[in-house]
Nanobody
Framework: QVQVVESGGGLVQPGGSLRLSCAFS????????MRWYRQASGKERELVAA????????IYVDSMKGRFTISRDHAKHMVYLQMNSLTPEDTAVYYCSAYDLWSKNEYWGQGTQVIVSS
């Protein structure tokens, strides 16, 4: 059974940084695309970033390019989202998911809250 567990959220001042972590277990890490989403209050969930086993990574939202970086540790089965120059607009619950390329199933974590406020 695939499990995805996020950590690292919290309260940060505008301009600050946070690194979110996502731990994967329960299946072959390599056959999953690891994704970060976020959902702000009253808004739809949006795809933030994705990382494949081949080393490909993509940031999907223009406002995050240059500020957010996704990385993947194959040995530890971990995915990270480094977030810099945070603004209040980045306040949201951030979710990690594991998308199985074979079964097309997507497995979700419980989310971690990020609050950017002075």
């Amino acid at each position: 059974q695939v499990q995805v567990v996020e950590s690292g959220g919290g309260l940060v001042q505008p301009g600050g940084s946070l690194r979110l972590s996502c731990a994967f277990s329960g299946d072959t890490f390599a056959k999953h695309v690891m994704r970060w989403y976020r959902q702000a209050s009253g808004k739809e969930r949006e795809l933030v970033a994705a990382s494949t086993d081949g080393g490909g990574s993509t940031i999907y939202v223009d406002s995050m390019k240059g500020r957010f970086t996704i990385s993947r540790d194959h040995a530890k089965h971990m995915v990270y989202l480094q977030m810099n120059s945070l603004t209040p607009e980045d306040t949201a619950v951030y979710y990690c998911s594991a998308y199985d390329l074979w079964s097309k199933n997507e497995y979700w974590g419980q989310g971690t809250q990020v609050i950017v406020s002075s």
